[in-house]
């Protein structure tokens, strides 16, 4: 009995029934990037992989981030608080691939790729930072202020509509960041 209790396990084990690592190592290439995404489903993944292209005045751009839900939580102060440095997004860092030069908020930013926080006020504007360590695994937990590339600050406003998730989107007058009822649009060209 014993020795077939041990051919059990052992064909068990090899043929991945148990698992130290459940999620898959598997990835999927985005169709118009090099980059790889893990290859996960959103019932594994509860802030799923967003990747947003689009064009300002004619110059590409590529936003990519982890979308959460709200899920009946409070955010602002909360969840999200005031006056620390958040990661913009859920999981990794949230960073967009500029494919040229962009003016951000009136000032040059290089092409390349860049890592994007915000520090949320409880009133006022939001600081919006670019910091050029954009492949960061852990989001704002590895932030470090040294390599901002530019920190500018940008008014939030309050819409009456609630998005469920975070977007980020390539829309006038540049990019827009909603989540909740907030919407922070940052001026690019």
């Avoid at 598997?26 to 790889?36: A, G, H, I, L, M």
């Avoid at 990519?64 to 969840?79: F, N």
């Avoid at 620390?84 to 962009?102: C, S």
């Amino acid at each position: 009995m014993k020795t077939y209790q041990t051919i059990l396990m052992t064909g068990l084990i090899a043929g991945g029934i148990f698992s130290c690592n459940p999620k898959s190592t598997d990835t999927v290439e985005s169709s118009n990037s090099e980059e790889t995404v893990p290859a996960e489903t959103e019932d594994e993944r509860p802030s799923p992989v967003v990747i947003e292209e689009g064009k300002i005045g004619g110059k590409d751009i590529k936003i990519h981030y982890g979308s959460p839900a709200v899920k009946g939580r409070t955010l602002w102060g909360d969840l999200v608080p005031y006056n620390i440095v958040w990661r913009t997004g859920a999981n990794e860092a949230t960073y967009v691939d500029l494919a040229e030069d962009f003016m951000v908020e009136g000032n040059s930013v290089p092409a390349g790729k860049y890592s994007v926080f915000t520090i949320p006020k409880e009133s006022g504007p939001w600081t919006v930072i670019f910091n050029s360590e954009w492949n960061l695994e852990h989001g704002h937990f590895q932030y470090d202020e040294k390599n901002d590339v530019l920190r500018v600050e940008v008014m939030p406003t309050w819409e009456g509509n609630s998005e469920e998730r975070l977007s980020i989107k390539v829309e006038n007058p540049g990019i827009v960041i909603r989540w909740e009822k907030m919407k922070l649009p940052i001026s690019m060209k």
